[in-house]
């Protein structure tokens, strides 16, 4: 038995800059440079000073021509300032580079030795200074566009130049790269990382409106592009259309806005605000920008829930094709309402007519829907439009499980309670279990508390280091151990209560704490999805009885084969 | 229910086929050797030999998560027809006949009881899930005795608090004389495998009569009495069929290796004695 204690300095959340190597000219560069000018550093408190956030948040980039800054889909949180040469971006075209190899495996036999290397004590780490501590720095290293000319000939590009900013839709939406951005000629970039962004949003009034206007515009042109609806038009068309597009959002940040679970169906729409009404005119199409929505009709003194919908998908277009089609003014089928916040954009059913329908290709028009559903029986109205039992669906949106893209959903009527899940998790994690087979339930559908990997995780909001982060190309959520100060930020933000925080101890299993305090030091952790393991998630591949799965919510035909399996 | 074929039950058919194919085939081959005078019980011995060290290997698997084996599901069906596979061998190498000798006794009580116990395994590995879910939600089984602790604390508060709000005994004697024990341990494990009820319905009857003594706090004191009973009955429900799901592994696997090395024994021996003559 160890009588020693491992007391170190509590970490603190600048002890790990984006830049170690940013010199102080750095900083004044940076201060000087556009957008960075602008800001006021009388608003900012003397901890938190102007100069303090770019030395720690800010890193200056070179880069030569040809060089890509941000590739489409890939998912980053920072936002990039023009200092010097030009850039160029490149909507809907997904040049041929090569997708960066996936995080490294580790070896066979290291995998193997895990089985005696594993610490007997729980949540053991060793502190080592040389700690990776530059993790966003693990970018996905240099790629390079091989045909520039012919890119530039080919397809449509929007330059941008000194002092322009670029990489925010990723930033405030958390999802992945809507364009690839790449070097025009040789140049130099500021990057923020989003931690500092939040700080400078949250001091300046002026920079929120500046970044969430370009927010707003750049967002719309890259919704339209990647819409099919509007797939056919041509960029003057498109240019049109966008001017007559309304933005709105709806709805609270928070995904359960009583802070509590509804307790009974009617009462889980009380929180969620009607954004259009079942029976109303159909004056707009709606498009979901983000966040999700509920479908519902009218049954007796209830609203029923037909399905829901996310990001790109639409609300009413079919009676706008109806209405084109000459069948007079078509009410609203179903009514739409917020499930947490949701941004959405309402394109006025008169342009549609004029600018969309009349070009767009047969096969996206909506075919005319089955109008007998009303007259079946409520109780024979088992199934929702996305072909999940309706009690289901309404539990997986009562309960926010649709925000999963990696679900950890068990089937109760096969788990045996064998453990096998929880053992092959810890067997991979060094002897801790990063989930509790435990969770809400339906019927013999069990969803685990295990990270989901959110499509919206918003847990990474308020993480002040970024310890927290999505993985560059699989979009998946980690915890980068080494610079997370156990603040506890992400783990109070998570509705679903899925990342647990923990004391850590030295390899004697004596907790580590804090020199100064006495106070244990704690880290977050949660689910990685076995990442650098072989074979993906072990409690999927450990469970004997088909019981246990990770599904993507966000495509219900998914849970579907399952349930049928 | 679905129309078409799931995709479990495709698997069933298609391996249930498999098994009944491969024994159709060592019935014929061992038909054949006898028509032809050949003693084939070597190969049908090591056959099952073979086949056994590969059903155990299931259990390396489930011991080696770290690696990229396959699915354990995977594993499993082939453990589980592989198993009927080896009895399959198995009567054809006894040829379907009692044991005789003392080792051949040896061997042939653990075979039996590892089919067994495994057999039992796998019928309540599929229907125990199921029935567990009408016994309340459920429970870890490390976390079981914490609840029924849980349980255990709020009936006796209620009990010691009955004397005082109702001026009665009544409700506390009952505890006292019925209840304390009952909350205190797992019960009527042997009852809940085989879904009989009547000590639940029992107990909820106990109850009831003793509205008539008591007054309208006292009514609620028991209704919250009966609730808990019936929150501790389905405990012990989760606790009665998660033992048993634990208990059939304890049984098969210890038996399974026991065999394995008798088997190796039964093999040297048997060499010994073909060459030992000569
Ligand atoms: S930690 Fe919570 S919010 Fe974040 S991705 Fe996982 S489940 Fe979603
Ligand atoms: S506890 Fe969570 S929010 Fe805080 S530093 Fe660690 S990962 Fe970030």
Redesign the pocket.
């Known amino acids: 038995m160890s009588a020693e204690t491992t007391a170190i300095s509590r970490p603190r959340r600048w002890d790990n800059p984006f830049d170690p190597d940013l010199s102080t000219a750095d900083v004044e560069r940076i201060l000087a440079a556009p957008v960075f000018r602008d800001l006021d550093p009388n608003r900012f408190p003397p901890g938190q000073s102007l100069p303090d956030i770019v030395r720690n948040d800010a890193r200056i980039n070179r880069y030569q021509r040809g060089d890509i800054v941000v590739l489409e889909g890939d998912y980053g949180n920072s936002v990039f300032v023009i200092l010097s040469g030009k850039v160029n971006v490149l909507y809907g075209y997904l040049p041929e580079i090569g997708r960066p190899p996936r995080r490294a495996r580790r070896p066979f036999w290291n995998a193997l030795a895990q089985l005696w290397r594993n610490s007997r004590e729980i949540e053991t780490r060793t502190l080592s200074p040389s700690a990776r501590a530059v993790h966003m720095r693990a970018n996905r290293g240099r790629a390079y566009l091989p045909d520039i000319e012919r890119v530039i000939a080919e397809h449509s590009v929007t330059p941008l130049e000194h002092g322009d900013m670029f990489g925010e839709i990723s930033a405030l939406s958390r999802g992945p790269r809507t364009a690839t951005v790449f070097a025009d000629t040789d140049c130099e970039l500021i990057e923020l990382r989003w931690q500092g962004l939040r700080d400078l949003r949250a001091r300046d009034p002026d920079l929120r409106e500046r970044v969430d206007h370009l927010h707003r515009t750049r967002s719309l042109l890259a919704h339209l592009s990647e819409s099919p609806l509007f797939a056919h038009l041509d960029e003057a068309t498109i240019a049109l259309v966008a001017q007559e597009i309304r933005f709105e959002n709806h709805g609270t940040q928070e995904l359960f806005p009583t802070g509590e679970l509804p307790t009974e169906s009617g009462g889980s729409l009380a929180g969620e605000p009607l954004i259009a009404e079942e029976g109303s005119l159909t004056d707009d199409l709606i498009m979901i920008r983000a966040g999700f929505a509920r479908v519902t009709e009218h049954l007796d003194h209830g609203n029923r829930t037909v399905g829901y919908l996310k990001n790109n998908d639409v609300f009413g277009l079919e009676e706008i094709v109806r209405q084109w089609r000459g069948n007079g003014s078509v009410p609203l089928r179903n009514s739409l309402r917020a499930i947490g916040y949701l941004d959405i954009l309402r394109v006025p059913a008169v342009v549609m007519e004029r600018y969309v329908l009349p070009t767009m290709p047969e096969h996206l028009l909506p075919v005319a829907a089955d109008t007998d559903i009303r007259a079946t029986p409520v109780w024979k109205r088992d199934e929702s439009a996305t072909g999940i039992e309706q009690p289901l669906v309404d539990f997986l949106i009562d309960e926010r499980i649709i925000n999963g893209t990696q679900s950890m959903v068990i089937d109760l009527d096969r788990c045996t309670g064998c453990d096998d899940c929880v053992k092959a998790c810890a067997a991979t994690h060094d002897g801790n279990p990063r989930f509790v087979r435990q969770g809400p339930s339906h019927d013999d559908v069990m969803i685990a508390n295990a990270c989901m990997h959110c499509v919206d995780a918003v847990?990474l909001i308020?993480?002040?280091?970024?310890?927290?982060h999505r993985d560059l190309s699989s979009g998946d959520v980690h915890?980068n151990d080494d610079?997370?100060?156990?603040?506890?930020?992400?783990?109070r933000s998570c509705p679903y209560g899925n990342?647990v925080?923990v004391e850590i101890a030295d390899k004697a299993g004596t907790v580590i704490t804090d020199r100064e305090t006495g106070a244990a030091i704690?880290?977050?952790t949660k689910c990685d999805l076995c990442a650098g393991q072989l074979g993906g998630p072990a409690c999927q591949r450990a469970c004997p009885n088909d019981a246990l799965v990770r599904l993507d919510m966000s495509n219900p035909g998914e849970m579907v084969a399952w349930l049928h399996r | 229910m679905a129309a078409s074929l799931t995709r479990f039950t495709r698997r069933r058919a298609r391996n249930t086929a498999l098994v009944v194919g491969a024994t159709l085939l060592l019935v014929a081959i061992t038909h054949l050797a006898e028509t032809t005078l050949h003693d084939i019980r070597f190969v049908t011995g090591w056959t099952l030999f073979g086949l056994i060290v590969g059903l155990a290997l299931f259990d390396l698997r489930r011991r080696i998560p770290v690696l990229p084996l396959g699915s354990a599901s995977d594993w499993e069906q082939v453990h589980i027809y592989g198993g009927w596979c080896a009895v399959a061998v198995f009567l054809t190498h006894t040829g379907a006949g009692l044991p005789d000798g003392p080792l051949e006794i040896a061997l042939w009580i653990p075979f039996v009881a590892v089919t067994i116990s495994g057999t039992v395994g796998i019928w309540l590995s599929r229907v125990l899930p199921k029935r567990m879910r009408d016994h309340g939600a459920r429970e870890l089984y490390d976390r079981i005795a914490t609840r029924r602790a849980e349980i255990a604390a709020e009936a006796q508060a209620l009990a010691i608090s009955s004397a005082r709000d109702t001026g009665s005994v009544t409700i506390a004697d009952y505890y006292q004389k019925e209840l304390s024990a009952y909350f205190q341990r797992p019960r009527n494990a042997l009852a809940h495998l085989t879904g009989y009820q009547g000590h639940l319905r029992l107990q909820q009857q106990q109850i009831q009569s003793l509205h008539r003594y008591v007054d309208a706090r006292g009514h609620k004191i028991l209704n919250r009495l009966s609730e808990l009973v019936e929150i501790k009955d389905d405990l012990d429900y989760q606790f009665a069929a998660q033992s048993a799901l634990r208990l059939w592994l304890f049984v098969h696997v210890p038996l399974a290796y026991g065999l394995l090395i008798l088997i190796a024994v039964h093999a040297v021996l048997a060499h010994a004695f073909e060459v030992g003559p000569s």
């Open positions: 847990c308020g993480c002040p280091t970024g310890a927290i915890i610079t997370c100060i156990g603040c506890g930020t992400c783990s990342i925080m704690r880290r977050a």
